[in-house]
């Protein structure tokens, strides 16, 4: 196994959190976890491979809806418990709801607000099969 693989703090269940930026514009897009087999996939395609915790399988962003995640790169936080990615978002829709990111309600007066429009409709990009995120 790499080096650099041993060098990240895996939680319990053998992942680590990752965090999504889009790399022109510095938006965070989106939260999710990759284990050891979805940080290397992702770097040897250059595109963002994740682990479902759901579904319990790797899950290559885009496949489903076209909405890819081109790596621009890779940064360990300092206690090498997290990762950033920088990516370049393909068409502009990094959420399953089919918003540009997935911080899109917004806490307002007790309660929670949606603070940005719908870009793209999820039965376009998943038709009627089930959407992975």
Known sequence: ???????ISWNDQGLIPVIIQDAENKTVLMHA?????SL????????VVYWSRS???????????????EVKSIRLDCDNDTL?????????????TGRAHCFYQELVDDEWKVQDDVIKSPESMYGNKEKTS
């Open 55 to 69: 579904r319990q399988q790797l899950w290559l962003k885009g496949e489903q809806s076209g909405n890819f995640q």
């Open 33 to 37: 976890w990759m284990n050891k087999e």
């Open 84 to 96: 950033l990615l920088t990516v370049k978002q393909v068409g502009g829709v990094a959420c399953h």
């Open 1 to 7: 196994m790499s080096n650099w693989l041993n060098k």
């Open 40 to 47: 290397s996939k992702t770097i040897e395609c250059g595109k």
